[in-house]
């Protein structure tokens, strides 16, 4: 009868570790941020996103320093908000561009740094955007001569 307890016991911790590895597991996989999201947001608006998702990510010089948080349609424009990692300023003469990566098409947000002193703060606004290029319209212009 002990050496069934011990047996249940043992079997019972292993269930009990597996599952706590597999829950580990899937947040960590499915990029969920349980204790909230690290950093700071600040919002673009962008007359064509192009394609661009949430969860895309906004580089800097080639380098991931956040990610797009949420996408919504307000006046009939893309208001895009950005998560950013903290310890990174943008400043306010910084421009944003919806660029596509690779030839998949993979949309992700590029900041090119700006020089002004102005800091943009938590919450604020990046003013100069570049929409995404449509590559469809230009070829349809290229064809028909509308170039």
Known sequence: MK?????????????????LCLAYLSIKMGKIDVWGKPGYTVF??????????????VVVAGVDIGLVDSIRLE??????????????EIHEDAVVS???????????IQISAGAADEIIKPGGR??????????????????????
């Open 3 to 19: 050496g069934r307890l011990n047996l249940e016991l043992t079997v019972g911790i292993f269930m009990v570790i597996g599952l």
């Open 44 to 57: 673009a608006i962008f007359s064509d996103i192009g394609g661009l998702r949430t969860g895309s990510p």
């Open 75 to 88: 006046d009939y424009e893309a208001r895009v908000v950005l998560q950013i990692n903290p310890g990174l």
């Open 98 to 108: 919806v660029k596509t990566r690779g030839l998949i098409g993979e949309k992700f």
């Open 126 to 147: 990046i003013r100069q955007t570049e929409s995404a290029l449509d590559i469809e319209a230009l070829i349809s212009k290229y064809a028909f001569g509308n170039l």
